[in-house]
């Protein structure tokens, strides 16, 4: 992986994983992996089915979620939120990716907007406190999601 960047000591934002990097991902501590990926993306050396086997058998918690051009859903958010909630505690580890980072941002953010009850108005600069960037159509994305979806 040539993006790892940790949110907080229990959070890391990447980018695409290899094999290798799952392997080092478990033996570091990690205990879970969420792919925002749709299959078939440019620069995808193992598809989404592909990484999930491979976690599982690695012990990792996975969970697949594909986040496009679309609209974000409540379910998707949801499940992200809930996954990142369950699995990064303590010391245990999460890795959430897509292909270079940018959705990965985007739904961390949005899952600290649920746990803070963030509005639209202030998540891109509470964002930026916790040094995420959350820029162009991404940022449209967070800012729509929680017009449609308030945490408060």
């Keep these: 992986m040539d993006v790892k960047k940790f949110v907080t000591t229990t959070i890391m934002i990447g980018d695409q994983p290899s094999e290798a990097d799952l392997r080092e991902l478990k033996s ?3 205990v879970g992996v969420v792919n925002l990926r ?3 993306e440019p620069e995808q050396p193992i598809s989404p089915s592909r990484e999930g086997d491979l976690a599982r ?3 990792l918690e996975y969970l697949h979620h594909g986040v496009g051009a679309a609209p974000l859903d409540e379910a998707c958010v949801a499940a992200v939120s809930d996954f990142i909630a369950r699995h990064a505690q303590g ?6 990716h897509c292909r270079r980072g940018g959705r ?3 739904l961390v953010v949005l899952h600290f907007a649920r746990v803070h009850g963030w509005t639209a108005d ?7 406190e916790m040094g995420l960037a ?17 945490c408060r």
């Design 38 to 40: 749709n299959d078939g």
């Design 104 to 106: 990965a941002v985007a």
């Design 134 to 150: 959350v820029d162009g159509g991404l940022r449209l994305m967070v800012e729509g999601w929680l017009h449609a979806n308030p």
């Design 57 to 59: 058998a690695l012990g």
């Design 28 to 30: 570091l501590g990690f």
């Design 122 to 128: 202030e998540v891109a600069e509470r964002a930026l």
């Design 91 to 96: 010391t245990d580890q999460v890795l959430v």
